[in-house]
């Protein structure tokens, strides 16, 4: 069995990987990024 690391969110991800917001949202529009939402709506 392997452990999943945390989902992060949009925010975290965007400061691991030093690309902007926006960035990331654009390329999960474009469906090169996939993402799910927690219970209140914020994408991780």
């Known amino acids: 069995m392997t ?3 945390a989902p ?3 925010g975290h ?3 691991e990987t ?3 917001v926006k960035a990331l949202r ?3 529009d474009l469906g ?3 993402h799910g939402r927690t ?3 914020y994408r991780t």
């Open 3 to 5: 452990a999943q690391a």
């Open 8 to 10: 992060l969110s949009i």
């Open 13 to 15: 991800l965007a400061a």
């Open 18 to 20: 030093g690309e902007g």
């Open 26 to 28: 654009y390329w999960t």
């Open 32 to 34: 090169l990024l996939k």
């Open 39 to 41: 219970a209140s709506g």
